[in-house]
């Protein structure tokens, strides 16, 4: 579990079986993020861009909130995906 003010990916890479992120903000520039099982994003705007992956061989949950209970709540407000990869 991750929780953070934003994120920023740039060619970094996270790797995991049960990823869950809460942020407001999830750049990925170039990066990867990748779970095996399942992926649950919690953010108010994705960007993915610039040949950044993002991936689930799961479940694959997008929404503004990741709950204590791995629930996803709401809905993202503004999702880019340039130039990249979300499976």
């Known amino acids: 579990r991750v929780r953070s003010p934003s994120i ?32 649950k994003l919690g953010v108010e705007t994705l960007e993915n861009r610039e040949g950044g992956w993002i991936a689930s061989a799961g479940d694959l949950a997008l ?7 791995g629930q996803v709540s709401g809905k993202a407000q503004r999702v880019e995906n340039v130039g990249a990869t979300l499976e």
């Open 63 to 69: 929404g503004q909130a990741v709950l204590p209970e």
């Open 8 to 39: 920023d990916l740039e060619r970094g890479r996270v790797y995991g079986d049960h990823i869950h992120v809460n942020t407001p903000d999830l750049k990925n520039q170039g990066g990867v993020l990748a779970a095996r099982k399942d992926l």
